[in-house]
Antibody
Framework: QLQLQESGPGLVKPSETLSLTCTVS??????????WGWIRQPPGKGLEWIGS???????YYNPSLKSRVTISVDTSKNQFSLKLSSVTAADTAVYYC???????????????????WGQGTMVTVSS | QSALTQPRSVSGSPGQSVTISCTGT?????????VSWYQQHPGKAPKLMIY???KRPSGVPDRFSGSKSGNTASLTISGLQAEDEADYYC???????????FGGGTKLTVL
């Protein structure tokens, strides 16, 4: 069945750029029925949606993070990636990638839910 | 955007029912029927329990049900079992600019 796996450095220095990749196995990232998202969870805190990407490359970002976030997709590798710039200690969190079934409306893309999640990867921002 | 409001904790005894609320605004919960609920055990990834307000994915017990009234969505767990003890998060579509907003989470304790 479909699986997602996050990968990337577990330690990033303040002011640098956090980079993570999510590898999709057991299915194609190029399906028109889904988009692919990043969600994070600071230690002991709740979930925060970071952004999502459609296989075509269309991106959707959390307005509060938009100025620092870039999400990209590589369909040839069945992967999508997250870059978060100018990180601070507040960006320390478990980062999850997830799949969301969607529908496309005149108003835009609507996700039903995040139905399959990766196991998550802890990223610590510290010098 | 502001997170959806959930109670920090709820509790119940085995066999009882509990309801977790998720309050938003007319721009998210009240404006769309795309509320989802997630269960998260310590150290684990969230698991989808309810989507589109009240639909259950395959494999989720029918003890879990969802509903919505106005700007508040609710998750009800009936016949509580020990393994239901976990954190629960709601999430709502919030329009074409904000897209997704999560609740702050609720810790369920099975007494």
């Amino acid at each position: 069945q479909l699986q997602l796996q996050e990968s990337g450095p577990g330690l990033v220095k303040p002011s640098e750029t956090l980079s993570l990749t999510c590898t999709v196995s057991g299915g194609s990232i190029s399906s028109s029925s889904y988009y692919w998202g990043w969600i994070r969870q600071p230690p002991g805190k709740g979930l925060e949606w970071i952004g999502s990407i459609y296989y075509s490359g269309s991106t959707y970002y959390n307005p509060s993070l938009k100025s620092r976030v870039t999400i990209s997709v590589d369909t040839s590798k069945n992967q999508f990636s997250l870059k978060l710039s100018s990180v601070t200690a507040a960006d320390t969190a478990v980062y999850y990638c997830a799949r969301a079934p969607i529908m496309i409306t005149f108003g835009g893309v609507i996700a039903h839910a995040f139905d399959i999640w990766g196991q998550g990867t802890m990223v610590t921002v510290s010098s | 955007q502001s997170a959806l409001t959930q109670p920090r904790s709820v509790s119940g005894s085995p066999g009882q029912s509990v309801t977790i609320s998720c309050t938003g605004t007319s721009s998210d919960v009240g404006g769309y029927n795309y509320v989802s609920w997630y269960q998260q055990h310590p150290g684990k990834a969230p698991k989808l329990m309810i989507y589109d307000v009240s639909k259950r994915p395959s494999g989720v017990p029918d003890r879990f049900s969802g509903s919505k009234s106005g700007n508040t969505a609710s998750l009800t767990i009936s016949g509580l079992q020990a393994e239901d003890e976990a954190d629960y998060y709601c999430c709502s579509y919030a329009g074409s600019y904000t897209l997704e907003v999560f609740g702050g989470g609720t810790k369920l304790t099975v007494l």
